[in-house]
């Protein structure tokens, strides 16, 4: 049990008031707290399968500040090992992807199995005698490892529920990307990475529930006919959180008046296929409404999937799928590891096209997204202040909303998104979590 | 005069447009076919032919052609571009220029060039900057007389990105 602090009694309280302290973004004791209690015990995104296809490939990633190797091993297996020797602490593997039957420290030449086996250590006799055991001193695995729909997810808590019981009732709507197509998701290369002075939190505020930002944050592509002009355009929609789990999505369909093709503007034979591999007849018919989806993941996953194009002046639509993890690196300052994902099975023009969209709109020069990383640096910034830190921001929208009573789907949904709903429920998980 | 005075001069002018926030400008020292790449690097182990190790191939952090580099700066434009509005400053160091030897193609009179770019960046009123180092590979074309830029392909020295964005040309 965790000591109620004063800053912990705020913000339970501020959860239910809606109204929190900005220093929640730029503070050494809520990071040190954080890192313990949130990213010491989630389900936290390595990888997807995609990356590391063969025996032997391996991406290097990232829980918290522990460096782990993801790889899979001859025997087909997925592993995520510690990159740290047992004998004295070095990096066995320094590369950030490759593939490797073995891993080699380059200190003392131990010498590990892919599956983690110690198998070599120079003079092992002569050094350590007969009493050495190298079964004892394998690679330390991360404590959970589990895989949803190709998704790799890893858990530093032993004690920690299954993935399946952390993913909840999210798993109805990432099934709306992960089954569109029964061939599965295939990443378009290795993910984007850059370095914010931001919190994650911030980031994931405005995938988990902020279309309220695209009017101005993206007003130049407003004004470049990309965004529709129309101030309400990102209110329609499902704001859908599941309560007691902190994720939460939005469903957004197409605005009254606006002509936008069906099912994200995917190609009519990527419809038809979805048609079979969705798990429900309500997934498909949300999916074919859906013109933008975004999911976040408790803690640090986001994903965005709209309906977009490779540029202004395209005719057609051209979706895009990304995946991204809010790395921490420390108090106001982040890491974004940045994916772009396709259907295996898309056509071949769709996969460079899609490709297109997502860069020249998302990831580290996207139109759409230096807008949203200067802002929230900014932000950041001010959360920092001595006068600043101690504001209470504004979590008040939509607080008299009441839900949907028609939602297909599950979670709490509300038929509009211009609301704090899903950041109330994130951040009423994220206190809980502080606490216990 | 010569290719490479008239390549040195190109290199300039262009550094002295991007610094300068001079984009139109800019555009107009492109081919209609222009290709700009900015691949991601990753940390790979040593090729063993060296050469640039960890260039990867299927993801970039820019992929560029005529209509989506027209975009970019027509966003610039709007008045709204809050990631470069106000402007950052930006100082495009262009050194090691190797010329090479022109060729005639069914495009006409091209030249590969090589030069090596240090982009210093600051923003706000913080005293703070960011580098970024790169080697870029480029494929001037001759257009009407003077040198236009074809193709080029920036290869970064930075696997993470020192940066919150890459709002700007490199």
Redesign the interface.
Same mark, same amino acid.
């Given at each position: 049990m965790a000591v109620k602090t004063p800053m912990l009694e705020e913000l339970v309280k501020g959860v239910e008031e809606g109204l929190l302290p900005a220093r929640i973004f730029n503070d050494p004791e809520l990071f040190a707290l954080e890192q313990e209690k949130i990213f010491g015990r989630s389900w936290v995104y390595l990888a997807h399968e995609s990356e590391i296809p063969k025996p032997g490939d391996y991406v290097l990633r990232y829980v918290g500040n522990n460096p782990y190797i993801v790889v899979r091993g001859e025997d087909g297996e997925v592993r995520a090992l510690l990159d740290m020797c047992r004998h004295r602490g070095m990096r066995v593997c320094? $590369? !950030?992807?490759?593939n490797a039957s073995h891993f080699r420290c380059p200190f003392h030449g131990w010498t590990y199995r892919n599956d983690g086996a110690l198998v070599g250590v120079p003079a092992e006799r002569e050094a350590f005698g007969p009493s050495f055991n190298k079964a004892e001193w394998g690679l330390y695995p991360i404590p959970r490892l589990e895989v949803f729909d190709g998704m790799i997810f890893g858990n530093l808590d032993p004690q920690a529920p299954s993935l399946e019981e952390w993913l909840g009732d999210i798993r109805w709507y990432l099934e709306l990307i992960t089954k569109r197509s029964s061939a599965g998701l295939e990443?378009? @290369? &290795? &993910? %984007?990475?850059?370095?914010?002075?931001?919190d994650w939190k911030l980031a994931l505020e405005t995938f988990i529930s902020d279309s309220y930002h695209t009017l101005m944050?993206h007003? =130049?592509?407003? !004004?470049?006919g990309i965004a529709p002009r129309d101030a309400k355009y990102a209110m329609y929609g499902e704001q859908v959180h599941i309560p007691g789990k902190g994720h939460g999505s939005m469903v957004i369909g197409a605005p009254p008046g606006a002509k936008l093709p069906p099912f994200w503007g995917y190609p009519e034979e990527m419809l038809e296929r979805a048609k079979a591999s969705y798990p429900s007849r309500e997934q498909f018919e949300v999916a074919r409404e859906t013109r933008i989806l975004l999911i976040t993941v408790f803690p640090n996953l986001s994903i965005h999937n709209p309906i977009r194009k &490779?540029?202004?002046?395209?005719q057609g639509a051209v979706p895009m799928l990304t995946f991204r993890v809010w790395h921490p690196l420390g108090p106001g300052k982040i !890491?974004i590891f940045s994916w $772009?994902l396709v259907e295996k099975d898309a056509p071949e023009w769709f996969k460079e096209k899609t490709?297109?969209s997502y860069?020249?709109f998302f @990831? =580290?020069?996207g139109?759409f +997204? %230096?807008?949203d990383? +200067?802002?929230w640096?900014?932000v950041t910034q001010n959360a920092g202040s001595s006068q600043g830190r101690g504001l209470r921001l504004c979590y008040r929208m939509g607080m008299d909303l009441t839900p949907d009573p028609n939602w297909p789907g599950p979670g709490v949904a509300y038929g509009i998104n211009f609301t704090d709903a899903n950041l109330r429920n994130f951040y009423r998980r994220y206190v809980e979590m502080l606490l216990s | 005069m010569d290719v490479t005075r008239e390549v040195l001069d190109f290199l300039h002018r262009e550094a002295a447009l991007l610094d300068e926030g001079r984009y139109r400008e800019w555009l107009s020292l492109l081919t209609e076919d222009v290709v700009y790449r900015v691949p991601v690097r990753l940390t790979r182990e040593r090729p063993p032919q060296g050469g640039y190790g960890g260039v990867a191939e299927g993801m970039l952090h820019m992929d560029e052609d005529r209509a989506s580099l027209e975009m970019r700066v027509a966003r610039l434009e709007t008045g709204f571009a809050w990631a470069e509005d106000p402007p950052s400053r930006l100082r495009h160091f262009v050194t090691n220029v190797r010329v090479g030897e022109p060729v005639r193609t069914d495009r006409g009179e091209e030249v590969e060039v090589r030069s090596y770019l240090l982009l210093f960046r600051s923003r706000w009123d913080k005293p703070d900057f960011t580098f970024l180092s790169a080697e870029r590979q480029d494929l001037l074309r001759r257009e009407n007389g003077g040198w236009k830029l074809a193709r080029r392909l920036v290869i970064l020295d930075h696997s993470t990105l020192p940066t919150h964005n890459l709002s700007f040309f490199l």
């Open positions: 320094r $590369a !950030e992807m490759g990443v378009l @290369g &290795p &993910p %984007q990475r850059w370095v914010v002075n931001t944050t007003r =130049s592509l407003i !004004e470049l &490779p540029d202004h002046k395209y !890491e $772009a490709r297109l860069l020249r @990831g =580290s020069s139109t +997204e %230096q807008d990383t +200067e802002i640096s900014l | -």
